[in-house]
């Protein structure tokens, strides 16, 4: 071995990788500037709107005569306003009825459409068409459904039940609620897992159809702890989306009955646009911000650990 590869297998690693860094930055040296125009994108209209909150958090803000410095104050207020502690309950209610309701939903249909061997196309299709039906269409759509004379207590009074004040009665209007977003959201959700579904072998059912396993057997074997990972990532996500749920609440009820379906994300923006106090408002919006991260750190650490 000569003297100059010698010296250069004593070289630190550090010293030994800088032109391959300098080569690599050079090499996507413009794939990086088509990024620019994003990341300032992303900036401007996501971490510079967190950033001002925090900032807000902390002061009165009125814009006619300039914000005024209040220290922990916002916090105070939200932190004792009882209609913080009946939004906190109503989202932590309105989170349980999404998951007990809602959430086996799209996995159910997609493992019946998957076992399906005729109009599979038709049926996803039309499991995915209330997920494009615009918001005023699918509100007014149940108003009238819900309404005391309208079909479902039409139904109910058939049988000779007594109907239900589905929006009006606060022991069901955060279930109709419920029901009416599990209905529309389902679809998309169902196209997911479906897809999950049909990425498994087929080798593997058809082994356990050769063994003599039925459809429940399957599913139980094969279909759902193959889902497992994604199953525990859709989880984490629905507990993120619901805990933000506020425009069903708002747009059908507005918060009633007597405050049965006002979410900490309604009352944000019942303190913000309806009582103009946006001080308090991004108080309660950095406590939800603290919540959501944690969450989203948790999610993101399962599925490292999945990986």
């Known amino acids: 071995m000569n003297q100059s590869a010698a010296l250069h297998d004593h070289l630190p690693a550090e010293l030994e990788s800088k032109p391959y860094k300098q080569n690599r930055w050079k090499k996507n040296f413009w794939g990086f500037m088509f990024l620019v125009p994003a990341l300032i994108i992303f900036i401007m209209f996501m971490w510079v709107p967190i950033f001002k909150g925090f900032l807000y958090s902390f002061y009165t803000v009125d ?17 004792t306003d009882p209609d913080v502690l009946i939004a906190v309950k109503n989202t932590l209610y309105y989170m349980l009825l999404c998951l007990v309701i809602g959430f086996w939903v799209p996995i159910a249909f997609a493992i019946a459409i998957s076992e399906l061997r005729k109009f599979g196309g038709f049926v996803r299709v039309a499991a995915y068409l209330p997920y494009v039906m615009p918001a005023v269409v699918l509100y007014g759509l149940w108003r009238w459904l819900y309404d005391p004379v309208g079909p479902i207590n039409a139904l109910i009074g058939s049988t000779g039940a007594d109907q239900i004040a589905f929006l009006t009665d606060t022991r069901w209007s955060m279930i109709s609620l419920v029901f009416m977003e599990t209905w529309q959201q389902f679809g998309s959700g169902m196209l997911i897992y479906l897809a999950a579904v049909l990425s498994i072998p087929r080798d593997w059912y058809e082994a356990a159809e050769i063994d003599g396993a039925g459809v429940w057997a399957r599913i139980r074997h094969i279909t759902l702890p193959s889902l497992r990972n994604l199953i525990l990532l859709m989880l984490i996500l629905q507990i993120i989306a619901t805990s933000q749920g506020y425009q069903s609440q708002m747009a059908l009820l507005d918060g009633g009955p007597n405050n049965a ?29 603290v919540v959501l991260g944690g969450l989203g750190i948790l999610q993101f ?4 650990e999945d990986n």
């Open 301 to 304: 650490k399962l599925n490292k």
């Open 261 to 289: 379906t006002l979410t900490y994300a309604l009352l944000i923006v019942k303190y913000a646009f309806t009582r103009l106090d946006y001080g308090t408002a991004t108080a309660l919006g950095m406590l939800m911000f």
């Open 63 to 79: 814009f006619v005569k300039g914000n005024t410095f209040v220290g922990m104050d916002n916090y105070a207020r939200a932190l």
